[in-house]
């Protein structure tokens, strides 16, 4: 057993790839750390611990973390004499013990589901050298470091995960693999972990899962998302959002919360990946592109000005020009206010990895450009749509490009800048609701005035 005073006064860093759900785990890491006696700091040349948060959904993030962790053996020495270099998340799953001969200068390897187990790794990498992996536990309740200490990124935000692991096994996807199967955590634990964020000046939480629709299914033998919505949305908190909801599981009962629960945001993230049924049906989406469209119809009576973001996969095997111009026609459909677009990633050990396509690779690339030319067209519809309007700010901190320009996001999670009036201070402004009228609309941004004081 390693003795974990060897961490007391380490430094570290924490490089962070990926979805939500990763950053979340990330705090955690640095919670933990802190717990022994760390000190985090800001670039890596600082630090005698680097964790490497990852993700594997596409082959960029892969080649991000070759990249980066390889080239911290060429930087100085550490402060502390030795820097020791750990890899979490989804790469570290998939890998295992591999990955230490993919990067050799990585030290310690731990899956999703083994984050409790990083300080006995680490402490067991500066006392008995390299080597040290750990990708699963066997505790109860795994795959859940809510539990865990956390230093959250902001005072008025929490991550809280409501489920990890994936049943659907779409094609092209990784995560049901590296994340595994679903699991939900008890409903009485969620809303416990939201009424104590909000008792500690939380304002705003996005609960967490691979598929937030099925929530409960495993423990509770149906969905209970709606009830869970309810119950979180009385435990006062202010705004809640939620990610990611798969079209299929997006019942009437969930939609039903949503419209009645006044912090839940009008935004919903519900990726649709293609517009065309039959590529769908190749990505073992399990709806079509009708019934796709009949979940947004509800939204909207629901919701009316409900705000719509989604993720769109561009060159699936085997998809044509038809298939595309469909996927193009839902977007105008839908009027996406914005929209992940990806060019396909194979991914070794999907079943859509092995599915053979000649599609050159140049007409994928216009396909992706005239894509994204529509969907920025449809943000910036969506985006005047707020022209004249005053609308409810969280702000966050100052533009990075000016020190007296304020961001935020509204809530349909538009970026939101406004300027700070004379004489006040970004710090005064940071983690408060400021009202903004709306001046200039771009697609990806609004620009406005602050409207009366922040509270």
């Known amino acids: 057993m390693p003795a974990y005073d060897v961490l007391a006064g380490r430094t570290y860093f924490v490089r962070t790839f990926g979805c939500q759900m990763n950053l979340h785990d990330s705090e955690r890491v640095s919670g933990l750390l802190d717990s022994y006696g760390c000190n985090l700091v800001d670039e890596p040349t600082e630090a005698d611990i680097v964790v490497f948060m990852t993700c594997s959904v596409r082959r960029k993030a892969d080649t991000h973390l070759y990249g980066e962790a390889t080239n911290l053996a060429r930087l100085p020495q550490a402060p502390g004499g030795r820097r020791v ?81 994936c049943n659907n096994f779409c094609t092209y996807c990784i995560v049901p693999h590296v994340r595994g199967r679903e699991r939900s955590r008890r409903l009485e634990r969620v809303v416990s972990e939201v009424s104590a964020l909000v008792g500690d000046g939380v304002r705003e939480v996005t609960l967490l899962g691979q598929n937030v629709n099925s929530y409960g299914r495993d423990l509770y033998g149906s969905p209970r998302f709606a009830e869970l919505l309810r119950e979180v949305g009385a435990t006062g908190v202010e705004r809640m959002r939620f990610t990611s909801s798969n079209p299929k599981d997006l019942s009437d009962e969930t939609i ?23 590529v769908l049906r190749a990505m073992r989406r399990t709806y079509t592109r009708e019934q796709y469209l009949r979940r947004v119809a509800a939204l909207h009576a629901a919701i009316p000005d409900i705000a719509l973001s989604t993720d769109i996969i561009v060159g699936f095997p085997g998809e044509t020009e038809e298939d595309f111009e469909q996927t193009l026609s839902l977007v105008r459909e839908v009027g996406f206010s914005s929209a992940y677009t990806f060019i396909y990633s194979r991914r070794p050990g999907t079943p859509a990895a092995r599915m053979r396509d000649d599609t050159p690779r140049e007409v994928i690339q216009g396909r992706f450009g005239r894509l994204a030319r529509v969907v920025e067209d449809c943000a910036l519809a969506a985006s005047q749509k707020e022209l004249g309007a005053t609308i409810e700010v969280l702000a966050e901190g100052s533009s990075k490009r000016n020190d007296h320009m304020m961001v935020g996001h509204g809530p349909k999670s538009q970026t939101v800048l406004f300027a700070l009036p004379e004489g006040h201070a970004c710090d005064e402004y940071v983690g408060k609701l400021c009202d903004v009228r709306v001046d200039d609309a771009r697609p990806w941004f609004l620009r406005g005035t602050l409207v009366g004081s922040p509270r």
Do not use: K
């Open 85 to 165: 270099v750990a890899v979490g998340g989804c790469v570290a799953q998939r890998e295992g013990e591999r990955l230490c001969d993919l990067i050799p200068n990585v030290d310690v390897v731990f899956g999703t589901s083994a984050l409790s187990s990083l300080p006995h790794l680490l402490a067991a990498a500066f006392d008995e050298g390299v080597g040290h992996v750990q990708v699963d536990t066997q505790e109860e309740g795994r795959g859940f470091s809510t539990e865990l200490p956390s230093r959250r990124e902001h005072e008025w935000h929490a991550w809280v995960p409501i489920m990890t692991g």
């Open 256 to 278: 039903a919360a949503m419209a009645d629960v006044g912090a839940v945001m009008p935004h919903l993230h519900l990726a649709v990946q293609s517009g065309s049924t039959r």
